[in-house]
């Protein structure tokens, strides 16, 4: 079982984990992991939306992202299998970690000299499809050496919030200040200058350490046992740990984050739409948006220091779907700048906030022995709705702008999306009448 929450308060806590080396390279993880993530999203949205790519082929082209859904389907290999010759050098956490950060560069590399030309998208598409898989591949890994490197539930808040602290960082670079950068050199340019930022999870590899919470066989895959116990042993546990709750968790993860997902493709082609200075957006998005999203990830940090992590994703849970009536507030107000800034602190802040309330609570609620596949688990049902519906939001968009404008099209589907986080927040105010067990080893 992981250790009792220290009675220290929870002030000298936090100042003591940022003199932790365990801490600098939990925020150079969570900006390697968070980097690639707009990138094959809704930055890549931006890109085709300039080049005159229609709504509803933007929001398809978003299905990439599934990846980051569906990699617990291959979590349990990387659980137990060491990548040939770098798992050796390095062992299995960081072996998977380099593997995968080296292909993600490879992919925006390619990207870079592709570009989404009319006939070159199969191939655009295929580089951006293994840049998502590697990026996938890369944060089941990332999310696993940072739980078997908490020691106890306060350390775990810490790392938490690290890890969202580097990923915010990382989606703020990927999603506002490429714009400014695209705006001055292209995007071909700007994706091989992405590449070359992938390299500070390299230096994160280089400096941390193997965890040794958990003893391993990653000799092999052969016998029927041990793909058994690989695959089915860590949702068994997970079951057999919450029993009937754990339908009331997965439930209610899988609706956190829906209006955030479903809104997501629509976002950049609404700035685009407006007429928003390109170099405008990114500014915002990497200034007041930067202040924004450390206020709220740190505000969640302290949060659930304070009263636990049920708690938090019950805030989590208002502030979230809330931020979304922001954007209609933008779309009709036309473009002003004012409201665009004001928009951006209210996002950001609630985005920050949200995301570091579901990644505390989600591994609170694994087990040592099964850390990958169970932490995939939880972040794929987080995400899995979401992806797939968001695929839908182009034509949802351009079906509303039927007798309407694009304006009001825009405007009352940032509003649906936020009616759909209501239904979330009931499910998490039955989560916070029971506070989750300790977790004892699978």
Request: glycine letters at 10%.
């Given at each position: 079982?992981?250790?009792?929450?220290s009675?220290?308060?929870?002030?000298?806590?936090?100042?003591?984990?940022?003199?932790?080396?365990?801490?600098?390279?939990?925020?150079?993880?969570?900006?390697?992991?968070?980097?690639?993530?707009?990138?094959?999203?809704?930055?890549?949205?931006?890109?085709l939306?300039?080049?005159?790519?229609?709504?509803?082929?933007?929001?398809?082209?978003?299905?990439v992202?599934?990846c980051?859904?569906?990699?617990f389907?291959?979590?349990?290999?990387?659980?137990?299998?060491q990548?040939?010759l770098?798992?050796?050098?390095?062992?299995?956490?960081?072996?998977?970690?380099?593997l995968?950060?080296?292909?993600?560069?490879?992919?925006?590399?390619?990207?870079?000299?592709?570009?989404?030309?009319?006939?070159?998208?199969?191939?655009?598409?295929?580089f951006?499809?293994l840049?998502?898989?590697?990026?996938?591949?890369q944060?089941?890994?990332?999310?696993?050496?940072?739980?078997?490197?908490?020691?106890?539930?306060?350390?775990?808040?810490?790392?938490?919030?690290?890890?969202?602290?580097?990923?915010?960082?990382?989606?703020?670079?990927?999603?506002?200040?490429?714009?400014?950068?695209?705006?001055?050199?292209?995007?071909?340019?700007?994706?091989?200058?992405?590449?070359?930022?992938?390299?500070?999870?390299?230096?994160?590899?280089?400096?941390?350490?193997?965890?040794?919470?958990?003893?391993?066989?990653?000799?092999?895959?052969?016998?029927?046992?041990?793909?058994?116990?690989?695959?089915?042993?860590p949702?068994?546990?997970?079951?057999?740990?919450?029993?009937?709750?754990?339908?009331?968790?997965?439930?209610?993860?899988?609706?956190?984050?829906?209006p955030?997902?479903?809104?997501?493709?629509?976002?950049?082609?609404?700035?685009?739409?407006?007429?928003?200075?390109?170099?405008?957006?990114?500014?915002?998005?990497?200034s007041?948006?930067?202040?924004?999203?450390?206020?709220?990830?740190?505000?969640?940090?302290?949060?659930?220091?304070?009263?636990?992590?049920?708690?938090?994703?019950?805030?989590?849970?208002?502030?979230?779907?809330?931020?979304?009536?922001?954007?209609?507030?933008?779309?009709?107000?036309?473009g002003?700048?004012?409201?665009?800034?004001?928009?951006?602190?209210?996002?950001?802040?609630?985005?920050?906030?949200?995301?570091?309330?579901?990644?505390?609570?989600?591994?609170s609620?694994?087990?040592?022995?099964?850390?990958?596949?169970?932490?995939?688990?939880?972040?794929?049902?987080?995400?899995?709705?979401?992806?797939?519906?968001?695929?839908?939001?182009?034509?949802?968009v351009?079906?509303?702008?039927?007798?309407r404008?694009l304006?009001?099209?825009?405007?009352?589907?940032?509003?649906?999306?936020a009616?759909?986080?209501?239904?979330?927040?009931?499910?998490?105010?039955?989560?916070?009448?029971?506070?989750p067990?300790?977790?004892?080893?699978?």
């Amino acid at each position: 079982m992981r250790p009792e929450r220290s009675s220290q308060p929870g002030w000298r806590r936090v100042l003591s984990g940022l003199r932790q080396p365990r801490t600098l390279i939990m925020l150079l993880l969570g900006f390697a992991s968070g980097l690639p993530f707009m990138l094959v999203g809704n930055t890549l949205g931006y890109w085709l939306r300039e080049v005159g790519i229609e709504l509803t082929t933007i929001g398809f082209l978003s299905w990439v992202g599934l990846c980051y859904s569906l990699k617990f389907l291959w979590a349990p290999l990387i659980d137990r299998v060491q990548v040939p010759l770098l798992g050796r050098w390095l062992g299995l956490r960081r072996g998977w970690m380099l593997l995968s950060q080296l292909l993600v560069m490879v992919a925006f590399l390619a990207m870079a000299a592709i570009g989404p030309a009319p006939h070159q998208v199969g191939w655009f598409g295929a580089f951006a499809l293994l840049a998502a898989f590697a990026s996938a591949t890369q944060d089941i890994v990332v999310d696993a050496w940072r739980i078997e490197s908490s020691a106890d539930d306060e350390a775990m808040a810490l790392l938490s919030s690290a890890a969202q602290l580097g990923y915010r960082a990382a989606l703020l670079i990927a999603d506002a200040w490429i714009l400014v950068l695209a705006a001055g050199v292209g995007w071909k340019l700007s994706y091989q200058a992405m590449a070359l930022l992938m390299t500070v999870g390299v230096l994160a590899v280089a400096l941390a350490r193997e965890p040794q919470a958990v003893s391993r066989d990653n000799t092999s895959l052969l016998s029927l046992r041990a793909v058994a116990d690989a695959i089915a042993g860590p949702f068994l546990a997970f079951f057999r740990t919450h029993g009937a709750h754990a339908l009331l968790m997965l439930a209610a993860i899988s609706l956190y984050r829906l209006p955030d997902f479903v809104m997501g493709p629509m976002a950049n082609p609404l700035y685009a739409d407006l007429g928003l200075d390109k170099e405008m957006v990114g500014a915002v998005r990497g200034s007041l948006g930067l202040v924004a999203s450390l206020a709220g990830i740190a505000g969640a940090g302290l949060f659930a220091l304070r009263f636990g992590f049920v708690a938090t994703l019950l805030l989590g849970a208002v502030l979230g779907p809330g931020s979304n009536l922001a954007f209609s507030w933008l779309a009709w107000s036309g473009g002003d700048a004012t409201v665009f800034s004001m928009t951006m602190a209210i996002d950001n802040f609630s985005a920050g906030f949200a995301g570091a309330a579901l990644v505390a609570y989600m591994s609170s609620l694994t087990s040592l022995g099964y850390t990958a596949t169970q932490y995939a688990l939880l972040s794929s049902f987080y995400a899995l709705l979401g992806k797939v519906l968001k695929g839908f939001s182009g034509a949802i968009v351009e079906w509303l702008e039927s007798g309407r404008t694009l304006v009001d099209a825009y405007a009352i589907f940032f509003a649906g999306t936020a009616l759909i986080g209501i239904p979330t927040l009931g499910l998490c105010l039955l989560l916070a009448r029971r506070q989750p067990p300790r977790v004892a080893a699978g």
